[in-house]
Each structure stands twice: as C-alpha cells, then as structure tokens.
C-alpha cells in the first residue's frame, strides 16, 4: 500500500511540488498514477491525448513527463519527440504494455529517461520519477549557477584569463579580449607566453615556480602585455593555481587589470613634483609680491591723487609745477611697474583699449634694451600703417619680455633680435592646418632671434607650463606658457618656427580691431565732463586713500559719507534716511568684505549701484568673486581723473566691467 509523504516529500523541490505530466487514454490508470503522485507530494497533470500533452506543455514549466506508448491520436514516440523539442530539459519516462527492442532504441535516442512496461511495479516508477526529478533540478541548477558565473565573468570590470600548465589560454572574459584587440579565435591559438615580452617571462616563470605552485596564489605583480597592434600594455596581475580532485596542478587563473592610467598618473605626479620643486622659488617671490601689492597701491594711490590735485591747483607758470608733474609721471611709471612686476604671480584683470601695435613695441623699445643687454642688436621693422588691436597693452608687454627674455638666453655670445608688425591675411588653406583659427586679416607680431634654435620635440612642448630646456636655476619654464595664455586671451593665436642652429621666430596673431581705430580711453575726458552730483558711502581701511577719495569726489560735486570699514558703514547707514546713489567700497577690508556690505546694504537701498576698488588683483578675481557680469570694479592705484569718470559711467549706467 502506497503511504503519503509528510516529511520531506519526494516530490518537491524546496516548499514547490514537482509537476508531473501523465498522457495516458485510460482515464483510470491517469486517475490512479495521478493519485499516487500526489499522496507523494508530486502536482500531476493528467492529460488523454498527445496534443493536450503539447497544449499543456506549452502552458508552463512541466519538468517530467510520464507518455503511455500508444495513444488515440498519436504515438507516444512522437509526444516524446515533440515535448523534447519545445522543453529540451524535460525529462519524459515511456510507458508500454507492448514493448519491443526496436521501440527501446528509438525512444532512448530521442532522449527518454527510461522505458518502463506495464504493468509497472508503482514503487518503481515512483522512485524512476522521483530520480528524473532530481536530474531535472540539478540540471537547472546546473544552469542557473553556469548563467549566474557567466553574468559575473562578463560583468567584471578587471580582465580574467584562464590557462593551462603549458600557459595555453582556455578561458577569458571580454574586458580580456577588448583590452589585447584580438578576437576569441586567435586568443585560443596563443599562449601567455606569447603575449609576453622577452624582458618579463624570467620573472613571471620564476613567481609560477616561487609561489603559484608551492602557495596556491601569487603576490600581486605587474608586467606588460603585447596587444595585437604590437603596443605594450601595463597590467597588474593576482594568478590562482587550478588542482584536480588528486592534488595536481591542472591550470591557472588569473584577475588582470589595466594600470596603464595609473602609470601615466604615477609619471606625471613624479613630473609635476619636479616641477614643484623647481617652481617653489616662484612661488615665494609671487606670494610676497602679492601680499605687498595692496599696501603698495594705497601709497601710490595717494601719491597719484594728490599729485594730481595739486597739478590741477598749480598754473603751469608756478615754478613748483614742473616738479610736481616730474613727481606724478614717476608715479605713472611705478604703477606700471607694479603690474608688470606681477604678471607671473597672478591673473591680472584685462583693461581692454583698442592700441596701436606699432606704439606699444616701439614704446617697450627701451625697456626691452636694457634687458637683452649690449651684446645682442635690437632691430624695429614696423608696418606702414597702423595697427589696431583691443587688447591690454600691460599684458602685451609682458609678452614682448618674456619672448625677449628667451631670446636672450638663446644668444649667450650676443646676436640679433627682430621685432615685426603687419597685418595679415590668413587664408583658408592656412587656417586648415592651425585647429582654432579662422580665416582672415590679422595683426602680426613676428619676434625672431639668431639663437641656438630647437629641435621638434622641443617645439612640441615649448608652451607647456614648466616646460624648460635651461639649467634648474635659469628657468621657471612659465615664461612661455604665459605668454601663449596672454595671446589666447585676446583672441590670438602664437606659434613657434625652428630649426637646431638656425635660430628661432614667434608669430602672434591677434584679432584686428575696428577699422576706424577709435581709441577707447577715458583719459580723454576733460575735467567737467566727470562732474556730478549725489550721495555716495565711501569704504575704505587705508586712513590715507579715504581721504584722497573723499577729496576727489567733493571736489566733483559729490556728497560723501565715508567709514573705515564694514560695521562703521552699517552703523552709519543705520539711521541714515536720506537717499544713497553709490557705494564706493575696497574690496578686502577686516572685519567684513566688500561684497558682503555690498549684500546687507542692498536690504536697506534696493537697486543701491556698487563700485568695488582693490589692490588686490588676485583676491578680487580668484578669492572674492566681484569681477562678474554687470559688476563694477577700478584697480588701485587709481588717479582722481580715472576714479571720477568710472563713478561718472557706474552712476549713468555707461559701462560695466
């Protein structure tokens, strides 16, 4: 008597009972298998006929399939065939009550599990069905795990290799593949061997000797791999060793992973902290420059402002006012000293005027003689005409010294050095071969030398910054690759021309301005065009460039309240009721910045204009964050013709930054 199963049931898997397909056309022995099945804990499904057999199978999942030989509409041989060909896994047990030999044959080779005759001995087929199950699952199982490694062996974002003893290559995932560029074919025709170059094979046979094979693993170690296109990669590898069941060695496997951005990272770190190194000098001289430069430009503006108001004062027959003048232009001077002084510490902020090219390299004439010395002859060859260009002659200046500069290191024993302007037209056919520059008129600045020149490799590298080919205490290497950021900040363009020997010429290109020339300067404002009238608050810390404004503004028609920083202007304002035009602020200042008064003022006076100075040009640029769209900004040292015209335009909305 057939007893159900109430622990552990044969015919589940898991919590699941196993479906069991019974095609059979008596309705009795379905009835009775079907009753036996599920006092087993199977889930049988009874059918008559072969197509409710397919109708079934294609409904669900049917793991095993138990087919009578001989059914009404057709042979059990053929639900057989037809159930393993839409359900491959299926497991299908034939059941016969005529069996021949032929028959057997046939439907093993079709893939049935078994062949069972009737009648049956029903523990037999019980446990034939229950064994088919199993089969079932663990070949799902199988499956699963296999589709499970498969997905991670793809998904790895390291390489992964498998070889033999003999190093032949076995099994890889496709980061492996990609990483080499070979296809899978030829990956199976290679060995590791192979793939490695003659100067890492000593040591890879020594490590497989050393630690693969007596540790089971290896130390992570690094080598090269030849690619297919014959360039070497960088890899890092942890190899694992493969053992039968006995303890042999059968094979290795390995994760590798491409280190060839990190060895481009490790090199250039290891350059850059040469270059540190080298810069640090620089880097010194530029911080203390930048930290005397504010208290610098208060002396200065003082000495500017009042010296101009005392010019303005003196009628030119006074016998003081020659001196005077000599007093003010030495100011002027020293002003543009100053930027100049500055221009490899920090960014200055772009004046842009619209300058004659010819002017500006005949008026750094003499400068730029006393720099390259007596040795080497300074030759002007300028165009006929004049040339426009909008830019900040400072700044252009200092590209002038600094081409300057490596010329004259170029030329140790002395020669030539050639300054040229012109205009030119760049052709299409010129400005396909240089990416960036669009065809058209130019404006050339041509520097040459007769110096030693430079090779290719050189040139290639010639803007890099810190790039140098002088002794470590000769040269920062930021010379040109200031300069070339300069000429690409105005829109230009700067290339390097040479030959080892032959000496060597840059060319600058730079947009031409408009056509009539105009110069934009407000120097040529005369005095009462910058009169006014209205309230300004005036912020500044430095005790003495307070009063030189406060002086200048009255003196224009302005009402002035002036504080020495943040709190003293709030508390000022606190009870003020009367209107506020402006405010006149320093930038950086203890306590409380700029910008932040500017914030808490605007609460009281919406709509308030606001007119930022510095020295510090760094500070407002980088630090600060004044120098933004619609934001007004003067330079110290500032005359009291230049602080009265930009209060003029920030007042009547003619200019911006």
């Not at 232009?329 to 920090?346: D, K, N, P, V, Y």
């Not at 912020?539 to 009402?559: C, F, W």
């Amino acid at each position: 008597m057939i007893q159900p199963e109430t622990n552990n049931p044969a015919g589940t898997h898991g919590h699941e009972p196993i479906p069991v397909l019974i095609v059979d056309d008596d309705a009795a022995l379905r009835t009775t298998l079907g009753d036996i099945l599920r006092l087993k804990g199977f889930a049988p499904l009874p059918v008559g006929t072969g197509g409710q057999a397919l109708e079934e199978a294609a409904r669900q999942e049917v793991p095993v399939a138990v087919i009578d030989l001989r059914l009404e509409d057709m042979s059990g041989l053929e639900v057989l065939r037809r159930l393993r060909q839409c359900s491959p896994d299926m497991e299908c047990i034939l059941l016969t009550g005529h069996a021949s030999q032929d028959s057997a044959i046939e439907a093993i080779n079709l893939g049935a599990y078994s062949y069972i005759r009737k009648p049956y001995d029903a523990q037999q087929l019980l446990l034939t069905i229950r064994r088919a199950g199993e089969k079932r699952q663990v070949v799902e199982s199988l499956r699963k795990s296999e589709a499970k490694y498969r997905r991670l062996h793809e998904s790895m974002t390291d390489a992964f290799v498998m070889v033999d003893m003999k190093g032949r290559l076995l099994e890889w995932n496709s980061v492996y593949r990609s990483m080499l560029g070979y296809t899978d074919e030829e990956l199976h025709r290679l060995t590791f061997m192979d793939l490695t170059p003659d100067r890492w094979r000593e040591m890879e046979e020594k490590i497989v000797a050393e630690q693969i094979i007596p540790c089971g693993y290896s130390e992570v170690y690094e080598k090269e791999y030849f690619r297919k296109d014959g360039t070497l990669l960088p890899v890092e590898l942890h190899t694992f060793l493969l053992r039968e069941g006995d303890d042999r060695p059968v094979g290795m496997w390995a994760i590798v992973r491409d280190i060839s951005r990190r060895k481009k990272n490790e090199d250039e770190r290891q350059r850059l902290a040469e270059q540190l190194r080298q810069a640090q000098k620089l880097e010194a001289v530029g911080r203390l420059a930048g930290g005397v430069a504010h208290d610098f430009n208060n002396l200065l503006s003082v000495i500017l402002g009042y010296g101009e108001i005392v010019l303005e004062d003196l009628h030119r027959e006074h016998p003081s006012h020659e001196m005077v003048s000599r007093i003010y232009q030495a100011g002027i001077r020293a002003r543009e000293l100053t930027r100049q002084l500055l221009a490899f510490s920090r960014k200055q902020l772009l004046e842009m005027h619209v300058v004659d090219m010819n002017s500006v390299v005949s008026g750094f004439d003499k400068l730029l003689r006393r720099v390259i010395g007596e040795d080497i002859e300074l030759r002007l060859t300028l165009g006929d005409q004049a040339i426009f260009v909008k830019a900040d002659t400072s700044q252009l200046e200092q590209v002038l010294m600094n081409l300057g500069v490596n010329a004259r290191d170029a030329m140790p024993d002395g020669g030539t050095l050639t300054i040229e302007t012109n205009i030119i037209d760049l052709d299409e056919h010129y400005a396909e071969q240089r990416p960036g520059v669009a065809p058209g008129a130019y404006a050339m600045i041509c520097v040459s030398d007769t110096g030693c020149g430079m090779d290719r490799d050189t040139m290639e590298r010639i803007f890099e910054p810190f790039f140098t080919t002088k002794a470590k205490d000769k040269g920062t290497g930021l010379g040109l690759a200031t300069s070339y950021g300069i000429i690409k900040q105005h829109g230009g363009n700067i290339w390097v021309y040479s030959e080892p020997g032959q000496g060597a010429t840059f060319k600058i290109y730079l947009p031409l301005a408009a056509a009539d020339g105009t110069l934009i300067t407000t120097a040529a404002m005369e005095p009462d065009d910058v009169r006014g009238s209205g309230t300004i608050l005036l912020v500044e810390d430095n005790e003495q460039v307070r009063d030189l404004a406060n002086t200048i503004l009255r003196r224009q028609g302005y009402t002035v309240i002036a504080a020495a920083d943040g709190r003293e202007a709030l508390a000022v304002m606190e009870n003020y009721e009367g209107p506020l035009h402006l405010l006149l602020t320093d930038v950086v200042m203890p306590g409380m910045s700029g910008s932040d008064l500017s914030a808490r003022l605007a609460v009281q006076f919406p709509g308030l204009k606001v007119l930022y100075m510095s020295g510090y040009t760094e500070n407002v640029i980088s630090h600060c964050g004044v120098v933004n769209a619609g934001v007004n900004f003067i330079q110290k040292p500032f005359s009291g013709q230049s602080l009265t015209v930009k209060v003029r335009q920030v007042l009547t909305g003619e200019e911006g930054v």
